[in-house]
Protein backbone atom coordinates (compact mmCIF):
# COMPACT_ATOMS: atom_id res chain seq x y z
CA UNK A 1 0.00 0.00 0.00
CA UNK A 2 1.36 3.45 -0.72
CA UNK A 3 -1.19 5.52 0.94
CA UNK A 4 -0.70 8.20 3.18
CA UNK A 5 -3.02 8.04 6.42
CA UNK A 6 -4.38 10.89 7.90
CA UNK A 7 -3.50 9.43 11.75
CA UNK A 8 -0.87 8.39 13.67
CA UNK A 9 0.94 4.76 14.56
CA UNK A 10 -1.64 3.36 16.05
CA UNK A 11 -3.77 0.70 14.72
CA UNK A 12 -7.81 1.17 13.23
CA UNK A 13 -10.37 -1.26 12.73
CA UNK A 14 -12.55 -1.81 10.11
CA UNK A 15 -15.59 -3.52 9.72
CA UNK A 16 -17.03 -4.35 6.33
CA UNK A 17 -18.52 -7.13 4.05
CA UNK A 18 -21.66 -7.82 1.81
CA UNK A 19 -24.41 -10.04 1.48
CA UNK A 20 -22.25 -13.29 1.54
CA UNK A 21 -19.31 -12.77 3.95
CA UNK A 22 -17.76 -10.29 6.06
CA UNK A 23 -14.22 -8.89 7.08
CA UNK A 24 -12.57 -7.51 10.22
CA UNK A 25 -9.19 -5.71 9.13
CA UNK A 26 -7.08 -3.46 11.09
CA UNK A 27 -5.53 -0.24 9.12
CA UNK A 28 -2.44 1.50 10.71
CA UNK A 29 0.31 3.88 9.19
CA UNK A 30 3.45 2.37 8.66
CA UNK A 31 6.59 3.89 9.47
CA UNK A 32 7.36 5.27 6.35
CA UNK A 33 3.85 6.66 6.15
CA UNK A 34 2.42 4.15 3.98
CA UNK A 35 -0.68 2.42 4.87
CA UNK A 36 -0.89 -0.98 6.14
CA UNK A 37 -4.02 -3.18 5.89
CA UNK A 38 -3.96 -6.52 7.54
CA UNK A 39 -6.92 -8.96 7.41
CA UNK A 40 -7.63 -9.91 10.98
CA UNK A 41 -10.55 -12.67 9.84
CA UNK A 42 -12.75 -13.60 7.26
CA UNK A 43 -16.33 -15.21 7.34
CA UNK A 44 -18.81 -16.70 4.50
CA UNK A 45 -21.16 -14.90 6.40
CA UNK A 46 -23.25 -11.73 6.47
CA UNK A 47 -22.27 -8.72 9.11
CA UNK A 48 -26.22 -9.11 9.37
CA UNK A 49 -26.23 -12.69 10.90
CA UNK A 50 -25.61 -13.41 14.52
CA UNK A 51 -22.92 -16.26 13.53
CA UNK A 52 -20.51 -13.32 11.77
CA UNK A 53 -18.76 -11.12 14.44
CA UNK A 54 -18.63 -14.27 16.72
CA UNK A 55 -17.16 -15.90 14.18
CA UNK A 56 -14.54 -13.04 13.13
CA UNK A 57 -13.65 -12.79 16.81
CA UNK A 58 -12.54 -16.00 17.17
CA UNK A 59 -10.27 -15.86 13.87
CA UNK A 60 -9.33 -12.40 14.74
CA UNK A 61 -8.01 -13.56 18.15
CA UNK A 62 -7.63 -10.84 21.36
CA UNK A 63 -8.45 -7.13 19.69
CA UNK A 64 -8.89 -3.80 21.36
CA UNK A 65 -10.05 -0.30 19.67
CA UNK A 66 -12.84 1.25 17.87
CA UNK A 67 -14.42 0.02 14.90
CA UNK A 68 -15.63 1.55 11.30
CA UNK A 69 -18.19 -0.31 9.76
CA UNK A 70 -19.12 -0.01 6.22
CA UNK A 71 -21.71 -2.05 4.46
CA UNK A 72 -23.35 -2.07 0.61
CA UNK A 73 -25.74 1.03 -0.59
CA UNK A 74 -28.15 -1.86 -0.63
CA UNK A 75 -28.95 -2.29 3.14
CA UNK A 76 -30.07 0.57 3.85
CA UNK A 77 -33.08 2.46 2.57
CA UNK A 78 -32.94 5.50 0.96
CA UNK A 79 -35.48 8.39 1.30
CA UNK A 80 -35.54 11.97 -0.68
CA UNK A 81 -38.03 14.42 0.67
CA UNK A 82 -38.39 18.10 0.91
CA UNK A 83 -38.94 19.76 4.30
CA UNK A 84 -39.52 23.77 4.81
CA UNK A 85 -36.87 26.20 4.63
CA UNK A 86 -35.58 26.48 8.05
CA UNK A 87 -32.06 26.82 9.97
CA UNK A 88 -29.67 23.77 9.56
CA UNK A 89 -29.75 23.70 13.17
CA UNK A 90 -33.26 23.40 13.36
CA UNK A 91 -33.44 20.40 10.57
CA UNK A 92 -32.37 17.62 13.29
CA UNK A 93 -35.43 18.46 15.28
CA UNK A 94 -37.95 18.70 12.09
CA UNK A 95 -36.62 15.94 10.59
CA UNK A 96 -38.49 12.89 12.42
CA UNK A 97 -41.76 14.26 11.76
CA UNK A 98 -41.40 15.20 8.11
CA UNK A 99 -39.63 11.30 7.55
CA UNK A 100 -42.12 9.33 9.45
CA UNK A 101 -45.04 10.45 7.01
CA UNK A 102 -42.48 8.97 4.02
CA UNK A 103 -41.97 5.76 5.35
CA UNK A 104 -43.86 2.79 5.37
CA UNK A 105 -42.50 1.38 8.75
CA UNK A 106 -42.72 3.07 12.08
CA UNK A 107 -39.14 5.27 12.22
CA UNK A 108 -38.33 4.14 16.15
CA UNK A 109 -37.37 0.63 13.73
CA UNK A 110 -34.40 2.54 12.22
CA UNK A 111 -31.11 4.42 12.41
CA UNK A 112 -30.49 7.28 10.17
CA UNK A 113 -28.40 10.00 8.99
CA UNK A 114 -29.17 12.70 6.89
CA UNK A 115 -27.80 15.10 4.46
CA UNK A 116 -29.18 18.48 2.72
CA UNK A 117 -29.09 17.65 -0.99
CA UNK A 118 -30.26 21.27 -2.30
CA UNK A 119 -31.49 25.36 -0.96
CA UNK A 120 -34.29 26.86 -2.40
CA UNK A 121 -36.57 29.64 -1.73
CA UNK A 122 -39.16 28.18 0.50
CA UNK A 123 -37.23 24.76 1.15
CA UNK A 124 -34.72 22.43 1.59
CA UNK A 125 -33.34 19.04 -0.02
CA UNK A 126 -33.05 16.04 1.77
CA UNK A 127 -31.17 12.52 1.54
CA UNK A 128 -32.28 10.27 4.27
CA UNK A 129 -30.15 6.80 4.78
CA UNK A 130 -31.96 4.26 6.96
CA UNK A 131 -30.60 1.14 8.52
CA UNK A 132 -32.98 -1.59 10.63
CA UNK A 133 -31.94 -0.27 14.25
CA UNK A 134 -32.41 -3.74 15.30
CA UNK A 135 -29.71 -5.47 12.96
CA UNK A 136 -27.44 -2.11 14.31
CA UNK A 137 -27.95 -2.93 17.85
CA UNK A 138 -27.21 -6.86 17.54
CA UNK A 139 -23.84 -5.86 15.69
CA UNK A 140 -23.22 -3.26 18.57
CA UNK A 141 -23.93 -5.74 21.33
CA UNK A 142 -21.56 -8.07 19.81
CA UNK A 143 -18.59 -5.39 20.22
CA UNK A 144 -19.40 -4.41 23.26
CA UNK A 145 -18.69 -7.94 24.93
CA UNK A 146 -15.21 -7.38 23.47
CA UNK A 147 -15.31 -3.70 25.19
CA UNK A 148 -15.37 -2.26 21.53
CA UNK A 149 -17.13 1.18 20.53
CA UNK A 150 -18.12 1.22 16.90
CA UNK A 151 -16.65 4.78 15.78
CA UNK A 152 -18.28 4.93 12.35
CA UNK A 153 -21.04 3.61 10.36
CA UNK A 154 -21.59 4.52 6.76
CA UNK A 155 -22.56 3.16 3.25
CA UNK A 156 -19.86 1.66 0.96
CA UNK A 157 -20.04 4.30 -1.50
CA UNK A 158 -18.53 6.95 1.05
CA UNK A 159 -15.92 4.73 1.93
CA UNK A 160 -14.53 4.28 -1.64
CA UNK A 161 -14.67 7.88 -2.34
CA UNK A 162 -12.68 8.29 0.94
CA UNK A 163 -10.36 5.99 -0.14
CA UNK A 164 -9.69 7.39 -3.51
CA UNK A 165 -9.09 10.80 -2.27
CA UNK A 166 -6.57 9.33 0.22
CA UNK A 167 -4.78 8.21 -2.78
CA UNK A 168 -5.12 11.10 -4.43
CA UNK A 169 -7.26 9.64 -7.60
CA UNK A 170 -9.74 12.66 -7.13
CA UNK A 171 -9.68 15.34 -9.48
CA UNK A 172 -10.22 18.71 -8.11
CA UNK A 173 -12.87 19.82 -10.54
CA UNK A 174 -13.95 16.84 -12.67
CA UNK A 175 -16.84 15.05 -11.79
CA UNK A 176 -16.12 11.07 -10.92
CA UNK A 177 -18.18 8.41 -10.82
CA UNK A 178 -17.84 4.88 -8.95
CA UNK A 179 -19.68 1.51 -9.45
CA UNK A 180 -19.11 -1.04 -6.75
CA UNK A 181 -20.09 -4.50 -8.02
CA UNK A 182 -21.63 -7.01 -5.40
CA UNK A 183 -22.79 -10.53 -5.58
CA UNK A 184 -26.63 -8.82 -5.77
CA UNK A 185 -26.68 -5.32 -6.38
CA UNK A 186 -24.41 -2.23 -7.83
CA UNK A 187 -23.62 0.75 -5.60
CA UNK A 188 -23.28 4.37 -7.58
CA UNK A 189 -22.41 7.04 -6.85
CA UNK A 190 -20.99 10.64 -8.40
CA UNK A 191 -18.03 12.90 -6.62
CA UNK A 192 -17.76 16.58 -7.80
CA UNK A 193 -15.57 19.53 -6.07
CA UNK A 194 -15.14 17.84 -2.86
CA UNK A 195 -18.80 16.30 -2.53
CA UNK A 196 -20.59 13.45 -2.93
CA UNK A 197 -23.53 14.69 -5.76
CA UNK A 198 -25.09 11.42 -6.19
CA UNK A 199 -25.98 7.85 -5.04
CA UNK A 200 -27.97 5.10 -5.84
CA UNK A 201 -28.15 1.23 -5.81
CA UNK A 202 -29.76 -1.53 -8.58
CA UNK A 203 -30.70 -5.06 -7.52
CA UNK A 204 -28.23 -6.97 -9.87
CA UNK A 205 -27.46 -10.81 -9.67
CA UNK A 206 -24.02 -11.51 -10.71
CA UNK A 207 -24.33 -14.89 -12.78
CA UNK A 208 -23.59 -18.21 -10.61
CA UNK A 209 -19.84 -19.87 -10.99
CA UNK A 210 -16.61 -19.14 -12.35
CA UNK A 211 -16.33 -16.15 -14.52
CA UNK A 212 -16.79 -17.62 -18.90
CA UNK A 213 -17.99 -15.55 -22.00
CA UNK A 214 -19.07 -17.82 -25.20
CA UNK A 215 -17.28 -17.70 -28.28
CA UNK A 216 -17.34 -15.14 -30.15
CA UNK A 217 -19.75 -15.04 -33.00
CA UNK A 218 -19.11 -16.07 -36.91
CA UNK A 219 -20.11 -13.20 -39.30
CA UNK A 220 -22.77 -15.14 -40.59
CA UNK A 221 -24.45 -15.40 -37.09
CA UNK A 222 -27.35 -12.73 -36.16
CA UNK A 223 -26.28 -9.42 -34.52
CA UNK A 224 -28.19 -9.16 -31.16
CA UNK A 225 -28.71 -5.84 -29.68
CA UNK A 226 -27.35 -5.05 -26.55
CA UNK A 227 -30.38 -5.29 -23.36
CA UNK A 228 -31.96 -2.42 -22.57
CA UNK A 229 -33.07 -1.08 -18.99
CA UNK A 230 -36.74 -2.07 -18.97
CA UNK A 231 -37.39 1.22 -16.77
CA UNK A 232 -36.21 5.11 -17.03
CA UNK A 233 -34.66 6.82 -14.01
CA UNK A 234 -36.79 8.47 -11.67
CA UNK A 235 -37.07 12.05 -12.61
CA UNK A 236 -37.17 14.11 -9.04
CA UNK A 237 -36.57 17.77 -9.04
CA UNK A 238 -36.78 19.41 -12.11
CA UNK A 239 -35.61 22.64 -11.28
CA UNK A 240 -33.26 22.12 -8.98
CA UNK A 241 -29.42 23.49 -9.10
CA UNK A 242 -27.14 22.37 -6.90
CA UNK A 243 -24.06 24.97 -6.14
CA UNK A 244 -20.13 24.32 -6.34
CA UNK A 245 -17.89 24.37 -3.43
CA UNK A 246 -14.19 24.14 -2.97
CA UNK A 247 -12.59 21.18 -3.50
CA UNK A 248 -11.55 18.98 -0.09
CA UNK A 249 -11.01 15.69 -1.15
CA UNK A 250 -9.47 14.45 2.08
CA UNK A 251 -12.90 15.89 4.30
CA UNK A 252 -15.49 14.64 2.00
CA UNK A 253 -18.40 13.65 4.46
CA UNK A 254 -16.03 13.41 7.25
CA UNK A 255 -18.61 13.69 9.92
CA UNK A 256 -21.46 11.48 8.21
CA UNK A 257 -21.93 8.71 10.30
CA UNK A 258 -25.00 6.26 10.40
CA UNK A 259 -25.72 5.68 14.15
CA UNK A 260 -28.35 5.95 16.82
CA UNK A 261 -30.26 9.24 16.71
CA UNK A 262 -32.79 10.12 19.91
CA UNK A 263 -35.96 10.03 17.66
CA UNK A 264 -35.23 6.68 16.51
CA UNK A 265 -34.82 5.41 20.10
CA UNK A 266 -37.33 7.94 21.93
CA UNK A 267 -34.07 8.69 24.33
CA UNK A 268 -33.90 13.13 24.80
CA UNK A 269 -29.97 12.43 24.13
CA UNK A 270 -28.27 10.70 21.16
CA UNK A 271 -25.56 7.81 22.17
CA UNK A 272 -23.50 9.44 19.27
CA UNK A 273 -22.61 12.47 17.72
CA UNK A 274 -24.65 12.05 14.80
CA UNK A 275 -25.09 15.15 12.81
CA UNK A 276 -22.19 17.22 11.34
CA UNK A 277 -23.03 21.31 11.65
CA UNK A 278 -21.45 21.89 8.03
CA UNK A 279 -23.39 20.96 5.14
CA UNK A 280 -22.72 17.89 3.28
CA UNK A 281 -24.52 18.23 -0.11
CA UNK A 282 -25.73 15.02 -1.95
CA UNK A 283 -28.60 15.15 -4.62
CA UNK A 284 -31.73 13.08 -4.50
CA UNK A 285 -30.99 9.34 -4.36
CA UNK A 286 -32.45 7.22 -6.53
CA UNK A 287 -33.85 4.25 -4.29
CA UNK A 288 -33.59 1.04 -6.10
CA UNK A 289 -34.19 2.26 -9.50
CA UNK A 290 -32.63 0.52 -12.42
CA UNK A 291 -32.81 -2.64 -14.60
CA UNK A 292 -32.26 -5.40 -12.40
CA UNK A 293 -30.52 -8.39 -13.92
CA UNK A 294 -32.31 -11.93 -13.20
CA UNK A 295 -30.97 -14.58 -11.39
CA UNK A 296 -30.64 -17.07 -14.66
CA UNK A 297 -28.95 -14.19 -16.53
CA UNK A 298 -25.77 -15.12 -18.27
CA UNK A 299 -22.24 -13.66 -17.85
CA UNK A 300 -22.33 -11.02 -21.07
CA UNK A 301 -25.96 -10.00 -19.90
CA UNK A 302 -24.49 -9.46 -16.57
CA UNK A 303 -21.56 -7.58 -17.92
CA UNK A 304 -23.51 -5.05 -20.30
CA UNK A 305 -25.81 -4.58 -17.64
CA UNK A 306 -23.34 -2.66 -15.72
CA UNK A 307 -22.16 0.31 -18.28
CA UNK A 308 -25.69 0.53 -18.64
CA UNK A 309 -26.27 1.34 -15.08
CA UNK A 310 -23.28 3.69 -15.42
CA UNK A 311 -24.91 5.27 -18.53
CA UNK A 312 -28.34 5.80 -16.75
CA UNK A 313 -26.57 7.32 -13.53
CA UNK A 314 -24.11 9.80 -15.91
CA UNK A 315 -27.56 10.96 -17.74
CA UNK A 316 -29.32 11.38 -14.78
CA UNK A 317 -26.95 13.63 -13.26
CA UNK A 318 -26.40 15.87 -16.35
CA UNK A 319 -29.77 16.19 -17.62
CA UNK A 320 -31.82 16.46 -13.96
CA UNK A 321 -28.94 17.44 -11.90
CA UNK A 322 -27.25 19.65 -14.12
CA UNK A 323 -23.62 18.21 -12.90
CA UNK A 324 -20.34 18.63 -14.46
CA UNK A 325 -19.47 15.98 -16.96
CA UNK A 326 -18.14 12.89 -15.52
CA UNK A 327 -14.61 12.12 -16.75
CA UNK A 328 -13.52 9.57 -14.80
CA UNK A 329 -14.65 6.37 -13.83
CA UNK A 330 -13.78 3.72 -11.12
CA UNK A 331 -15.16 0.20 -10.88
CA UNK A 332 -14.64 -2.11 -7.71
CA UNK A 333 -15.29 -5.42 -7.39
CA UNK A 334 -14.28 -6.62 -10.99
CA UNK A 335 -11.21 -8.11 -10.66
CA UNK A 336 -11.98 -11.53 -12.03
CA UNK A 337 -13.49 -9.84 -15.49
CA UNK A 338 -11.55 -7.23 -15.65
CA UNK A 339 -10.13 -7.37 -19.26
CA UNK A 340 -13.83 -7.67 -20.18
CA UNK A 341 -15.44 -5.42 -18.46
CA UNK A 342 -12.83 -2.92 -18.97
CA UNK A 343 -13.39 -2.83 -22.99
CA UNK A 344 -17.06 -2.98 -22.87
CA UNK A 345 -17.11 -0.10 -20.79
CA UNK A 346 -14.76 2.35 -22.27
CA UNK A 347 -16.27 1.77 -25.54
CA UNK A 348 -19.35 2.22 -24.84
CA UNK A 349 -19.04 5.68 -22.09
CA UNK A 350 -16.11 6.84 -23.97
CA UNK A 351 -14.05 7.14 -21.12
CA UNK A 352 -10.74 5.52 -19.83
CA UNK A 353 -12.35 3.19 -16.99
CA UNK A 354 -10.14 2.66 -13.51
CA UNK A 355 -9.85 -0.16 -11.07
CA UNK A 356 -10.57 0.78 -7.63
CA UNK A 357 -8.21 -1.38 -6.15
CA UNK A 358 -5.58 -0.72 -7.88
CA UNK A 359 -5.91 3.42 -7.45
CA UNK A 360 -2.79 2.45 -4.36
CA UNK A 361 -0.64 0.68 -6.95
CA UNK A 362 -1.62 -2.51 -5.29
CA UNK A 363 -4.71 -5.02 -5.40
CA UNK A 364 -4.12 -7.63 -2.57
CA UNK A 365 -6.66 -9.39 -0.66
CA UNK A 366 -10.19 -9.09 -1.38
CA UNK A 367 -9.51 -5.79 -3.29
CA UNK A 368 -12.46 -4.29 -3.28
CA UNK A 369 -13.39 -5.08 0.69
CA UNK A 370 -9.79 -4.02 1.24
CA UNK A 371 -10.04 -0.67 -0.36
CA UNK A 372 -13.71 0.07 1.52
CA UNK A 373 -11.67 -1.19 4.39
CA UNK A 374 -8.69 1.74 4.29
CA UNK A 375 -11.48 4.25 3.67
CA UNK A 376 -13.70 3.46 6.69
CA UNK A 377 -10.61 2.80 8.94
CA UNK A 378 -9.50 6.35 7.80
CA UNK A 379 -12.48 8.17 8.56
CA UNK A 380 -11.96 9.08 12.09
Request: proline content about 7%; some cysteine; hydrophobic content about 40%.
Amino acid sequence: MNLTLPFGPKSYLALTGDSQCAMLASVKRSPSGAADLRILAQTDSPVTEEVAIPRLFAGAGSIRGRVSLTLPLSFFELVSLSIPIMPDGAVGKALPYHLAKSLSSPLNEYTYDWQITGRFKDRLQLTVYLFPIATFHKIRREFSRKQMEIAFFEPDVFSAFAFLAMGKSLPAEDASLCALLWPDSISLAVYEKGRLCLSRTVHSSRPQGEFALPAAPSLDDTKHEMPQAENELLVLDQGQNMGSSPADPTGILAEFCVLTTPAATGNPEPETELFSESETATSPALEHTGSETQPGASWAEYLSSIPLEIMRTRDYYAAIQKGGAIRNVFLGGADAFWPELSESCDSLLGIKCKSLAAADGSAGEAPLLSALAIGAGARW
